[in-house]
């Protein structure tokens, strides 16, 4: 079964930088759209980054410039260096993979069409 796990999320100042980790060891990530997405109260989750097989990357307008997503060389890890993070990037964020192996990837895909899930980890900015 497919599991993903999150961690580095955390209560920060404006400003602030964190950087989000997702782990699996059951397959490589380097094959598959990966995506991380954030959900904040009153809202559905929202993509802010994905990876696809080619390493190509796309995020979403909000999030331009400050946000990077990162495939590990050993394609066992997937990382987001969040920098100059903002009172509105609060959200627990998850991160996301595509049910099959060279599926369309950037921001615009529904969540729905992401078939593996973690549990998210939770980004707190004050100002």
């Known amino acids: 079964q497919v599991r993903l796990a999150e961690s580095g999320g955390g209560s920060v100042q404006t400003g602030a930088s964190l950087t989000l980790s997702c782990a699996h060891s059951r397959f490589t990530y380097s094959a598959y759209c990966m995506a991380w997405f954030r959900r904040v109260p009153g809202k559905g989750r929202e993509a802010v980054a994905t990876?696809?097989?080619?390493?190509?990357?796309n995020y979403a307008d909000s999030v331009k410039g400050r946000f990077t997503i990162v495939k590990g060389n050993a394609g066992s890890t997937l990382t987001l260096h969040t920098n100059g993070l903002k009172p509105e990037d609060t959200g627990l964020y998850y991160c996301?993979?595509?049910?099959?192996?060279?599926?369309?990837?950037?921001?615009?895909?529904?969540?729905?069409?992401?078939?593996?899930w973690g549990q998210g980890t939770q980004v707190t900015v004050s100002s």
């Open positions: 996301a993979r595509r049910r099959f192996s060279g599926s369309r990837c950037s921001v615009r895909i529904v969540a729905s069409d992401f078939g593996y």
């Open positions: 990876i696809d097989d080619t390493g190509a990357t």
